[in-house]
C-alpha cells in the first residue's frame, strides 16, 4: 500500500532565500515549513492577517488579486531576506461551481487575476532578484485542472492551463539566466479545501459527499488523496540543486490522476 509522506524531504537548503505567495495556509505553510526546517529562510504573504501572524514565519498582507500588492510582497520579500533564489507562486482560489452560463464575469476576473495574472506579476517583479544571483527557481502552483477539462469549474480550469502556459514560456525566457521554471499539478490534496470542493461539487450534481469523495480518488490509479506534504517535497526537490536540470516542466503530483471527478 502507497501512503502519502508525511515528512519533509531531507535537503540542505541552507542560504536559500524563499518567497511563498499564500504560504499562511494550506499547501503554501507546509511548503513554507518544509524550506524552513532544510535551512531556508523563508518570507511570505497572505490576505488573511490572523493565519500571517499565527504561521510562524516573516511575511506581509498582500491580496494577490491586485498587482500592486504583488508587486509589494515581492520587494518585502527581497528586502527581508536580503535577495531572492526561490519563488513559490502558490496563491490560488477555487472560483466558482457552475456551468459556464451561470458564472459572472466578475467570478471570472477574480479567479483569472488570483490564479493566473498575480504569477506574472509577482515573477515579473522577482526576474531582477533572481537573475542577480545568477540563477534561482519560479515555481507555480497549477492543478491536475491544468491538464484536463474540469466541468463546472471553467475559471479555474482556464487559469492552471494558462500557469502551464506562462511556466513554459517563462522557463524559455530565463533559461539562458540560469533560473529554472516549473509548475506543479497537484490532484486531489486531502484537507480542507478538497473537501469544501467536494461538497460544492457534490450540490451542483445532486449526490451525496460521500460518493463524491469515493469518486475524487477513484479518478486515480492509485487510489488515494495525495498530502499537502507531497507537494511541498516537489517543490523542494524542484528549488534544490537535484532539480537543477529540470525546467518549463508541468509536473503532476496526483496518484496518477485518469480524469476531472
Ligand atoms: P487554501 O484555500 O488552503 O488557501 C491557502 C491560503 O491562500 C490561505 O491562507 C488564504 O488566506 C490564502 N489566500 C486566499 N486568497 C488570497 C489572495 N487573494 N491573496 C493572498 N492570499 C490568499 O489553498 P490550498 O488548497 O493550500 O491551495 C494552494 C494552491 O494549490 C492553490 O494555487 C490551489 O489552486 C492549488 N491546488 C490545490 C489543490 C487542493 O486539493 N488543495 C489541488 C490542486 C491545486
Redesign the pocket.
Known sequence: MISAARTPLTVDLGGYRVAI?????????VIADSFAACGASVFV????EA?LASCGHPGVK????LPE?CEAFVDFAVKHLGGLDVLVN?????GPTAPVEEVTPEELDATLR??LA?MFHCSRRAIPALRANGGGAVIN?????GRFGFAHRAP?AAA?WGVVGFTKTLAIELGRDGVRVNAI?????D????RA?IKAKALSEGISENEMTDRTVGTTSLKCF?S?QD?ANMALYLASPFGATVSGQAIGVDADMQAMM
Open positions: 505567495s499564500a504560504g499562511a495556509n494550506g499547501i503554501g505553510k504573504s497572505d490576505i488573511d493565519a498582500a491580496d494577490m488579486g500588492d502558490n496563491a490560488g482560489i477555487a488570483i490564479d498575480a502552483m497549477s492543478s491536475a485542472a479555474y492552471k499539478l497537484p490532484g486531489p490534496v484537507g480542507p479545501r478538497i470542493v495525495v499537502q507537494i
